[in-house]
């Protein structure tokens, strides 16, 4: 629904005159005296009034007196405009911003059909269980006659499930809830899916890499489902904003989506400032002393995001500013806030007391408090993790300080919506970290304030993912060769390799599932079985960690966050797939490294630009997780780096790869010693990139180079999704590869280093130390690619079947 006009803000007592994001920007500015400036960008977002327009004619007076109730007069045009296309019986997605009003635009036609039809059904899908409860609230607040909205989850008493599949019209539940129960159950559900007229997909964008691609396929096992009785649901989608909704709704749904994209609800005016912490003088650079190995702690670094952003703090507070910071990790909250208040109080004792650090763990009572106190100015200045999201409501705050991209636009603009009161305009400042990405986009506020260019990235292809469902399905009911179709590009080799498994039997009328049993398919569990995170002390279950990344994230001695309370891991058991972990808040941080070898196992598609070669396929990885380093969380100081004993690991994926002839190198001024480090250095950087153009993190993505590939005979360089089969990441990777190298090449160009920093060319999971690497060798690599690369659009060959790269 529309957000409520702003309600105003209570008025505390010491409000300040007037902190005009202006005059407070100039403030922060003139502390960092005659040095380079820090800001790289200031865009003034203006107001927007917004725009309400009629509602549409189909409108039944019941459900426009409902909406009245809530206080809605009128839908803004995007909401209209998106239920229109719905109730014409157009799948949709509905990607705008954060408060924007998308559930007004599904409950609208979706609520009109059911009133216009006593019989029709609508089926909601959420990502979690507390938003489809959400839902159910606001639905069901409406109190329209014969809808009967009801949850349908793991929570579901037993003795409700019949009443709610044999009454309810509108059932709410999420996608784990449609795999495991109603789809298997179809022949229960069959009078609520033949009058399906609405599928609401909310939250869509939370549907990417291989969970995504699971989901895809329950969808398509849902539309199966309709399909025996006849039923061709209408979906409707809704989505934060992104890169190429459209595009990614349709491989969600397998079916063609219109994209409602233009957001007509009404905003607060905000000045955001772009902020690059200024580089540190060399021998300042923390490990430049330190016993760590590796070449790369000599490299000069940034002053660290978290001191930029606790400065920023006390400053504004200094100046009787209401400002909350949001900060990555609970630690680094409790770093800003701690160093904030030491500033302060050497400046004016006693001051310190007005900022504190939010705790994800704060009890409601204690969130009023602090919400009092903030809106009273007892406390002016708040540092928090995101967690802050979920429980506090906070107005009337002045600015807000970002402290590193925080991954998605979503989250950014979530964020800094966060600071605003009544009509008064507000400052947002992003304060970027050491690395290549933040650099990026603090010298390119296009990639922030222009189109998004990130898009919600899947693979419906995946055979790791497409086998087990269409044993599912299967099960379900017997594939025929039209389903096929349906599951898309690789079903048939799926459906093959499951015969021969002996899973499925071929028979004239079409495959059928051979076993009593279902097949077990966790749609979140990928790269083996999960590792379980147990409290040592109290065998308490945690949560789970996904098998691939296991060895990074819960290796003995790892700091492990969980709901932002941090635990060491003392041991992990491979075996008993268990990590044995106690709470403890080192004021260090620890990042896994690893060795990584790679075989190309068959080319999908490639581009042949001459000395330059473009490659997607797959590719064969082994690789194995050597050490971790331990750096302070203040200051990213590297404190040591210490041995691990893990095994190595297999991994069949997807990789995007580029090759270059060694005279094009050699006539771009890259010497052949310097080939090595030009490579690497182009790799990580091409990895932390890889964030912009699909919804990934650098977690989420490994990499190789090589002066010399043993299968591409070439000087090459390798990235690879990190799950089995692929995510989609490599893809899009290809697909967007000349728009992601430009990048790739601006982000090392514009970092003011001399030879390659963390901001750059440096990487944080580098197995090699990284060394070597070499700056302008990067440089001259990309501009070698970028030369030869066609333009975006222009059309790659064919995919090559199982082509052995030579
Ligand atoms: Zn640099
Ligand atoms: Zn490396």
């Known amino acids: 629904m529309p957000p409520a006009a702003t309600v105003a803000a209570g008025h505390g007592p010491d409000r300040p005159p007037g902190a005009a994001p202006a005059e407070l920007l100039r403030r922060l500015r003139a502390r960092t005296g005659g040095d380079a400036d820090p800001v790289t960008h200031v865009e003034r977002v203006p107001a927007r009034p917004g725009e309400q327009v009629p509602w549409p004619q189909w409108t039944p007076e019941e459900l426009r007196a409902a909406f009245a109730r809530r206080g809605v007069v009128a839908p803004w045009r995007h909401q209209a405009e998106a239920a229109d296309l719905a109730y014409a019986g157009t799948h949709v997605v509905v990607a705008t911003g954060t408060a924007s009003g998308k559930s007004l635009a599904y409950q609208l036609p979706a609520l009109a059909t059911l009133l216009a039809d006593p019989r029709a059904t609508v089926l909601y899908l959420a990502p979690t269980k507390a938003l489809a409860a959400d839902q159910l609230r606001a639905v069901a607040g409406l109190e329209l006659d014969g809808v009967r909205p009801a949850t349908y989850d793991g929570d579901t008493p037993r003795a409700e499930r019949e009443w709610i599949r044999r009454h309810s019209r509108f ?83 397998g079916l063609p989506v219109a994209a409602v994209t233009d957001d007509a609800s009404p905003r607060g005016g905000v000045t955001f400032a772009l902020w690059e912490p200024p580089l540190l003088p060399g021998d300042h650079a923390p490990g430049a002393g330190g016993q760590a190995g590796g070449a790369g702690d000599l490299a000069p670094v940034r002053r660290s995001a978290l001191r930029e952003t606790a400065d920023l703090l006390a400053d504004a507070v200094a100046s009787g500013v209401r400002t909350l910071a949001f900060v990555r990790s609970r630690k680094g909250a409790e770093v800003v806030a701690a160093t904030a208040r030491r500033a302060l109080d050497e400046a004016v004792p006693g001051l310190g007391d007005r900022v504190a650090a939010y705790r994800a763990g704060y009890l409601r009572e204690e969130r009023r408090e602090l919400e009092r106190a903030l809106l009273h100015g007892d406390l002016l200045g708040l540092a928090s993790t995101n967690a802050l999201e979920l429980g506090v409501d906070l107005v009337g705050l002045d600015a807000v300080l970002i402290c590193g991209w925080p991954g998605t636009r979503a989250s950014l603009w979530q964020q800094a919506g966060r600071a605003g009161r009544s009509g008064d305009e507000a400052l947002a400042v992003l304060v970027a970290r050491d690395d290549p990405l933040d650099t990026y986009l603090v010298h390119h506020p296009e990639a922030l304030f222009g189109r998004p260019v990130e898009a919600t990235v899947l693979d419906p292809a995946n055979p790791y993912v497409l086998a087990p469902q269409l044993a599912c399905a299967a099960a379900e009911a017997p594939l025929t060769p039209a389903d096929l179709d349906l599951f898309g590009d690789g079903a048939k080799e799926a459906v093959d390799s499951l015969v021969a498994a002996g899973a499925l039997r071929q028979r004239p009328t079409g495959w059928y599932w051979r076993h009593r049993e279902r097949p077990e398919v966790d749609l979140r569990g990928e790269g083996g079985a999960p590792v379980c995170v147990v409290e040592a002390a109290t065998g308490r279950l945690l949560g789970t960690v996904d098998g691939g990344s296991a060895h990074f994230l819960v290796h003995a001695g790892a700091v492990h966050l969980h709901q932002g309370v941090s635990y060491v891991v003392d041991s992990l058991d491979l075996d008993d797939g268990c990590a044995l972990v106690h709470p403890e808040e080192p004021d260090w941080s620890t990042h896994a490294r690893d060795v990584t070898s790679l075989t190309v196992a068959s080319v999908r598609s490639y581009v042949d630009a001459g000395p330059v070669g473009l490659f997607l396929g797959e590719v064969d990885v082994t690789s194995q997780v050597v050490s971790y380093q331990r750096r302070r969380i203040s200051s990213g100081e590297v404190i040591d780096t210490r041995p691990l004993d893990l095994p190595a690991r297999e991994l069949r994926t997807v990789a995007v790869w580029f090759t270059l002839s060694p005279e094009s190198l050699a006539a771009a001024g890259v010497e052949p010693a310097d080939v090595p480090g030009a490579l690497h250095a182009a790799e990580h950087a091409a990895i932390g990139l890889l964030p912009l153009m699909a919804t990934c993190d650098r977690w989420d993505i490994g990499g190789l180079s090589t002066a010399l590939h043993p299968d591409t005979e070439a000087p090459t360089v390798f990235v690879y999704d990190g799950h089995p089969g692929g995510a989609g990441f490599a893809e899009r990777a290809y697909g967007t590869a000349a728009q992601w190298l430009r990048a790739t090449r601006d982000a090392i160009a514009e970092c003011g280093c001399e030879a390659g920093c963390p901001s750059c060319v440096q990487s944080p999971k580098c197995g090699n130390g990284n060394n070597p690497l070499s700056k302008p060798g990067a440089l001259r690599v990309l501009d070698v690619v970028l030369a030869n690369l066609p333009a975006p659009g222009a059309a790659a060959l064919p995919r090559q079947g199982d082509r052995r790269a030579e």
């Open 171 to 253: 059932v709410l539940t999420n996608p784990d809830m449609l795999h495991h129960g109603v789809l298997p159950g179809h022949a229960h559900w069959s009078g609520f899916l033949r009058r399906l007229a609405y599928v609401v997909v909310d939250e869509c964008h939370t549907y990417r890499g291989v969970f995504g691609s699971h989901v895809s396929h329950v969808l398509r096992r849902l539309r199966r489902q309709c399909a025996r009785f006849g039923r061709t649901p209408v979906f409707l989608l809704a989505s934060a904003t992104s890169g190429d909704p459209a595009t990614a709704a349709g491989r969600l749904t």
